[in-house]
């Protein structure tokens, strides 16, 4: 390249890509699985946490790392991520000015609830089983500034079906209720709630919706438009398999009335060098041609690290190659083989995670590994049989923590997660140690 800088760093590694395996739509999932950088002396039950990179993406960060290391260009319009940006937000369906590289779905979505304009007196409705970071931060403004946190608890088991979540929501709107805030795929348990059943009921009640989206990309092959929220947070380094440190988030910019028939909410762009010095913005629009760009306000923040924009870019045109609807038939049908067997060693009454209403089924399955029913709150004992898998098998899950309704302990479980470089042999190889070992341990 004679020292220059490619224009639009990680194309060239998508072209690799291409070169290598040019009919990846059509490629066997065994030889998909040879793309990825997987330690092959272990079983990765554990996307829900963070994915394996593929050797593509590993190669894109390393390359653009090298060509920026000690150069001397302007790293700040490379840091806007325009092009990877415009790749990423045709992927989930909406505009480069409604899309923002963050470096995890919990900088988006802290960014997105410190910028709401919301006052003391005024409710957000959410769950008990959302992460630590949307709570956390919602329980900043509630000390900050005086707003009230409503929570509700969502129902866990086998048996659960989608009326009962939008039912329970609904009953705890009031009057002073402003935003509804819910994860599209609860990390805990692995419930997949009714996004936009739930986004109708929020323009019903003319609502701002906020979801925590982290577990959605690279597993759904979704329409982040069509879903009906204001703000999706998501991570790039879990499903979509991207470098640590990137993440997605979708702001809602125009109003397209078959989606979202709002208004689109007051939003304080905080953490930008892009909002004016003086003045005001332009008035947010009120129909599908944006007035601002509103990403550009919340991408604009310092200098950023190239080489993760540019690798996040590949790892979604890799997906794309793949085919997005295909991923997800690939992932669903894997859990549901994960969740078969589950219930033959474990039993149907040891699963938290729902599976009779198939529009809550995610590729996450928590379930409860022991004979007793008071070990399910027993967190030491939990713990250790995850490190045991770990250590032991190298076998790669993870323990969550969870309100349970009616119960008066939080319940610990076991979760594996399905993804697109596992295969049957390995998920039936681990529900057998997983077995084997919980019956050592009860």
């Known amino acids: 390249m004679n020292g220059a800088v490619d224009p639009i760093p990680g194309h060239r590694a ?73 790749t990423i937000a045709k992927a989930y369906g909406v505009d480069p000015d409604e ?139 879990k499903f979509q398999c991207g470098p640590l440190g990137t993440g997605l988030l979708y702001m809602r910019n125009k109003v397209h009335p078959q989606h979202n028939p709002l208004p689109l909410p007051t939003f304080w762009p905080i953490i930008s060098t892009w909002y004016p010095m003086k003045g005001s913005p332009p008035p947010r629009t009120r129909t599908s041609i944006e007035s601002d760009n509103i990403a550009d306000y919340v991408q604009s923040a310092g200098s950023a690290s190239i080489a993760r924009g540019a690798a996040l870019a590949t790892a979604c045109e890799m997906w794309d190659e793949i085919g997005r609807a295909r991923i997800e038939r690939r992932i669903m049908l894997l859990a549901d083989y994960a ?44 713990h250790e049989y995850t490190m045991r898998l770990q250590r032991e098998y190298r076998l790669f899950t993870r323990w969550t923590e969870f309100d349970v309704a009616g119960s008066a302990h939080q319940h610990y479980a076991s979760r594996i997660t399905t993804h697109i470089f596992n295969d049957h042999d390995e998920i039936a190889r681990a529900v057998d140690i997983m077995a084997r070992l919980a019956a050592e341990m009860s």
């Open 14 to 86: 998508a072209t690799m890509i291409a070169e290598r395996s040019p009919n990846l739509r059509t490629a066997e999932w065994s030889e998909i699985r040879g793309l990825f950088a997987l330690d092959p002396g272990a079983i990765h039950l554990n996307t829900g946490t963070v994915g394996a990179m593929p050797h593509a993406v590993l190669e894109t960060v390393d390359r653009v790392t090298r060509q920026w290391a000690g150069g001397l260009g302007d790293v700040y319009p490379p840091g806007m991520y325009s092009d990877h940006r415009a």
């Open 99 to 237: 899309m923002v590289i963050t470096h995890n779905a919990t900088e988006g979505v802290a960014r997105v609830i410190h910028g709401l304009d919301l006052h003391a007196g005024d409710e957000v409705l959410t769950t008990t089983h959302e992460c630590y970071s949307v709570l956390s931060n919602f329980n900043l403004l509630r000390n900050r500034f005086g707003i009230k946190l409503t929570t509700i608890t969502l129902p866990t088991g086998y048996d659960v079906h989608a009326e009962q979540i939008i039912e329970l929501f609904e009953a705890a709107i009031t009057p002073r209720t402003k935003v509804l805030a819910f994860a599209g795929i609860t990390l805990f348990t692995g419930t997949k709630l009714p996004m936009r059943a739930l986004c109708e009921l929020a323009h019903r009640h003319g609502l701002i919706t906020v979801i925590d989206g982290a577990l959605l990309p690279g597993m759904l092959d979704i329409d982040m438009r069509a879903i009906g929220a204001d703000f999706i947070s998501c991570s790039g380094s």
């Open 339 to 382: 969740r078969e067997l589950i219930d033959e060693r474990f039993g149907r009454d040891a699963m938290y995670s729902p599976a009779a209403d198939p529009t809550l089924r995610s590729p996450l399955i928590a379930f409860h590994p022991f004979q007793r029913p008071e070990d399910a709150w027993n967190v030491k004992k939990v």
